[in-house]
Nanobody, 124 residues
């Protein structure tokens, strides 16, 4: 069993930045690609960014390109999402997800393990 725990969310002013973290524990050998999704109130969960197992490939949604950056540290079993130039529309619960293949997917159906989410609220 794999467990993902997100942290780092909070209240940030528009234009600000912070870093979300995702800690992986349990059978970490089953974790390869990882991704971040988010869900705003009243909306469906959407893909934000993903990273391959070795970090050599990343995928970023157009809505956050140039502002959000995904990374990982396999030695620490952690993944990160740096979020910057924040806008009010970035307010959401951010979820970390993992799957057992090398490259990430934009489809949440492909992910086998999810964290509980960390809430980010951007104020004006």
């Amino acid at each position: 069993q794999v467990t993902l725990v997100e942290s780092g969310g909070g209240l940030v002013q528009a234009g600000g930045s912070l870093r979300l973290s995702c800690a992986v524990s349990g059978r970490t050998e089953y974790v390869a690609a990882m991704a971040w999704f988010r869900q705003s109130a009243g909306k469906e969960r959407e893909f934000v960014s993903g990273i391959s197992y070795n970090g050599g490939y990343t995928d970023v949604a157009e809505s956050v390109k140039g502002r959000f950056f995904v990374s990982r540290n396999n030695a620490k079993n952690e993944a990160y999402l740096g979020v910057g130039i924040l806008k009010q529309e970035d307010t959401a619960v951010y979820y970390c997800a993992a799957l057992g293949r090398h490259d990430p997917s934009r489809s949440e159906q492909n992910y086998t393990t999810w964290g509980q989410g960390t809430r980010l609220r951007v104020s004006s």
